[in-house]
């Protein structure tokens, strides 16, 4: 708190103006204002935001008041409001939020603005925001701080707006396409659905250990099951993971699924619904700039086979691979970085991230993936040893996961078996056994098609970041002094 903005709010409360108000009657906001001009100049409005600058001395001034939506100017003069609301401006500070009333007009510098009849305050500020010209520019403090980097970053702002859109696009696409957008618990007592190490919960009165979700893959299946036929959610997901700049512990994810749809069916609908939102967001427009690059996202999209890939950029083919020892091996003396590698199938993922992912660009559908990879799908039409799987990857980055899902539940104990081995063997991401998923599935589980997109990875995309923590509001950071002791405190 600074002592001199405080000593501000004890004068307003000196001259009997309570500071912080319960609301405002605000007409027009600054957009509406500048937008609608030739048909509001000469007439009242009520505006309202924050103050970012103010301007001149005596017997007059210029407010330049924000909104959401932009600035619009105040003229603040002695002899539009009077001695005794003119009073005000000593008391005025930038980051302040007032009101406004008056009478829209053009300066004579040809800018719209506000003659204030009535200026009040709405909110007094009690720390100074930060200086002007160079703003909120590091970038520890503006995740921390985000509700400065909102206000003093326009671009900052425009990236939540911007997925803000994108999420609601996702939504009438879907919705359009006869979806039910669902819910399904976070707190779970099995995880699965993906392979990630979970965060743990104990719950008291359940006398029970419950997990936060890495995925709902598993409880949409069920609703499948339950004759919901088509069905999406947008959710939270948790994964006990390293941060870089692609991972956060806490992310948002979109999950839907078709009944009697293939992955063929899922990668066409994938396709439609990232151009469709592309054109809502983008302007109609498919090239997106990453980085100093271009992306063109116009269909159809090329689907390559992952093994033939690796085989193509490493000379290897995984395929061949008869034990976890000969594959860590083999990848070894290739130069591929191994870490908590122990599994063939997590030798695989390694050489595709190391040898195939970064030249990956232009959208891209990598498809039919060793069957080992993948315990929830089912296996390639003729060729057993794949699965029906793919993932969307456009500027060497995942954006979308999907299969055809395994809906015999006899073969889906053997895998989830398979799994438990994985686990055994040291693979703590391996999916664990789910006894009532496999009920459900013995009640019948129709052919179906189900993809996951990334929608932090989307929004990244779409919005020319580089960094997860640019797209999400409150990122999972590190503990700082002040942090560390006010939990010892507690």
Not at 106 to 134: I, Q, Y
Not at 341 to 352: C, G, L
């Amino acid at each position: 708190m600074d002592a001199d903005m405080k000593s501000k709010l004890d004068g307003l409360r000196s001259i009997g103006i309570e500071p912080y108000a319960y609301g405002y009657k605000r007409t027009h906001s600054s957009k509406e204002v500048h937008d609608g001009y030739d048909g509001l100049e000469g007439k009242e409005v009520s505006v309202a935001g924050r103050i970012k600058a103010v301007r001149g001395h005596g017997k007059i001034s210029f407010i330049d008041v924000y909104d959401r939506e932009g600035k619009i100017q105040v003229y603040y003069a002695l002899d539009q409001v009077g001695e005794d609301n003119y009073k005000l401006r000593e008391y005025l500070d930038v980051g302040d939020i007032i009101g406004v009333k008056g009478e829209v007009f053009k300066t004579k510098k040809g800018e719209v603005s506000v003659k204030a009849k009535e200026l009040t305050v709405l909110s007094k500020a009690l720390r100074h925001l930060p200086e002007k010209w160079h703003g909120l520019k590091d970038t520890e403090a503006r995740y921390r701080k985000r509700h400065l980097d909102l206000i003093m970053n326009k671009e900052a702002y425009d990236v939540f707006v911007k997925r803000a859109r994108i999420i609601s696009s996702i939504r009438e696409f879907l919705d359009s396409r006869g979806y039910i957008e669902v819910e399904t618990p976070v707190l779970q007592p099995i995880y699965g659905g993906a392979a990630a190490r979970p965060f743990t919960t104990e719950h008291h009165a359940l006398e029970r250990t419950l997990f936060l979700r890495i995925a709902d893959e598993l409880y949409l299946k069920r609703l499948i099951v339950g004759g919901m036929e088509k069905v999406y959610e947008i959710s939270k997901n948790f994964r006990n993971e390293d941060i870089d700049s692609t991972h956060n512990p806490e992310f948002t994810a979109i999950e839907f699924y078709e009944a009697y749809a293939d992955y063929n069916q899922m990668m066409d609908l994938t396709e439609k619904l990232v151009v469709s939102v592309l054109k809502k967001v983008n302007n109609g427009e498919l090239k997106v700039a990453v980085g100093e690059k271009e992306v063109d996202f116009t269909p159809p999209w090329k689907r390559v086979s992952i093994v033939d890939e690796i085989k193509k950029e490493s000379g290897v083919d995984v395929m061949a691979f008869k034990t976890d020892e000969e594959a860590i091996e083999k990848a070894k003396s290739l130069g591929v970085v191994l870490e908590n590698v122990t599994t063939k199938t997590q030798v695989i993922e390694a050489m595709f991230d190391h040898f195939v992912e970064p030249k990956l660009w232009d959208p891209v559908f990598i498809i039919d993936y060793p069957a080992e990879m993948c315990p929830l799908t089912k296996e390639k039409r003729g060729e057993p040893r794949l699965s029906e799987r793919f993932e969307l990857f456009v500027a060497g980055r995942e954006l979308a996961n999907a299969y055809s899902e395994l809906n015999d539940p006899v073969i889906q104990r053997e895998k989830f078996v398979e799994q438990v081995k994985e686990r055994q063997k040291g693979d703590d991401e391996a999916q664990p056994m789910d006894e009532p998923f496999l009920e459900a599935m013995e009640h019948g589980f129709p052919p179906t098609g189900g993809v996951g997109i990334g929608i932090d990875r989307l929004v990244m995309l779409l919005t020319n970041n580089v960094s997860i923590k640019e797209v999400i509001l409150f990122p999972s950071m590190k503990t700082i002094e002040g942090e560390k002791e006010a939990e010892e405190t507690e």
